[in-house]
């Protein structure tokens, strides 16, 4: 009789208190490797402690490239995941494939999460964004590149970071020789010396608005600024004033951090890992520019990837989404994920939390990228949107290896560039009718 009652009165208890609500899961595949992973899932578990109606599950899909074929294989076979992170070359493909995404500007508002682009900073807001200003992904590990130096090598050869190309080959590399390093490496042609060399110039990179307007484009590959930028480059090899070791990342890196090269052209999210690798005092400024093209140089274009929210999902799901993306812009994420990793604070709000923090009177390098970022804007420098531009982006680094490796001229190289991507576009462009 007392079991009995005991049970009674539990379920009684049970009835009166009501069903308990089920937790909305949702899935977050991602190229986050390493300690980049590790802090990914510290969001995601942060996110999961946070709140109780909601669960996310990041999963590593492998390289950005393999990320994106995953998720376009899983739209495909209506097995999307809630969110894929495309990197930038790729951002023309997903937003391309008609009703593949939801906008994550429409995503927030109509999950009641307040949104207005003016509160992202300046280089960020339109990259992922269509030709009307509408935001399609959100920006998440966004970086630019920068120029690194080693302080030591600069005061042996008794000179500061050059701001120009024109002062880097007249009088820091020079010196830099003089003084026994090797002047200059960097390490993404296509990212570093030509997509965020037509930003940085304000110089038109495609037609149709560098793609936003149109899938219909052609490259501006044949453009004599950029042409005569890698004939530059390419004596700068042949004179000792740089160093070219071949087109992978690591490659020309890893002299810098060796302490062999002077100056060294990567990304701001680097900062992270070069605080770890690197012997040495380091420090970071601007990209530099040629003062013959423009006196007014301009905002770089951002790397990295965005977060897109995909389509076909529940209502539930989709304000899980919009729920996690709201934590994930808040001002203390953010600034984590800029201490941990190096990529910049993607809202005015937490880079304003990093400056109070005193996060740049301890490191300042760490500031450069959204410095740069926040230059002013020309009429070429919202970004880029090209298809099949992963496929692009190989031929340049074959053509461009070849070029300075000696196997081919500078007109073969450029000529086989332009052709090759202006028949990519336009395949592309048959995709999208």
Known sequence: MKTTSVIFAG?????????????????????????????????????????????????????????????????????????LQVFDAGAATVIGAKGATVPVQDLLTDNGVSFDIEDYISGVRYFYADSDGKMIGMPFNSSSPIMYYNVEALEAAGVTPPVTWEEFQDVTAPALVEAGYIPLSQSHMPWVFTENFFSRHNLQFATGNNGYDSADVVINMDAPEIRDHFEAFKSWIDNGYAGFYGAG???????????????????????????????????????????????EPKQTFIGGAALFAM???????????????????????????????????????????????????????????????????????????????????????????????????????????????????????????
């Open 11 to 83: 379920a009684t208890i049970a009835a009166l208190a009501g069903p308990v609500a089920a937790q909305t899961e949702i899935e977050w595949w991602h190229a986050m490797g390493g300690s980049l992973g590790e802090t990914v899932n510290k969001i995601a578990t942060d996110f999961n402690a946070n709140q109780s109606d909601y669960v996310i599950t990041p999963v590593f899909k492998g390289s950005y490239e393999e990320t994106l074929t995953a998720g376009i294989a899983a739209f495909r076979a209506g097995e999307q995941p809630n969110i």
């Open 249 to 295: 990342w690591d490659d020309n890196a890893t002299p810098f951090e060796q302490g062999k090269v002077g100056l060294w052209l990567g990304s701001s999210g680097s900062f992270g890992g070069l605080q770890q690798t690197a012997e040495f005092d380091f420090s970071a400024t601007y990209l530099p520019y040629w003062e013959a093209i423009t006196t």
């Open 311 to 433: 389509s076909g999902q529940p209502e539930d799901e989709n304000k899980a989404t919009a729920e996690f993306f709201r934590y994930l812009t808040s001002p203390e994420v953010q600034y984590m994920w800029h201490q941990e990793t190096g990529y910049v604070p993607i809202t005015e709000a937490a880079y304003e939390v990093a400056k109070a923090d005193g996060h740049y009177d301890r490191f300042p390098a760490a500031e450069v990228g959204i410095q740069q970022l926040s230059l002013p804007a020309g009429e070429w420098t919202r970004g880029y949107r090209m298809g099949f531009y992963v496929q692009i982006r190989d031929v340049m680094n074959r053509e461009y290896t070849r070029y300075l490796t000696g196997e081919t001229s500078l007109d073969d190289a450029f000529t086989a560039i332009k052709t090759e991507a202006d028949e990519l576009l336009s395949r592309f462009a048959q995709t999208q009718g």
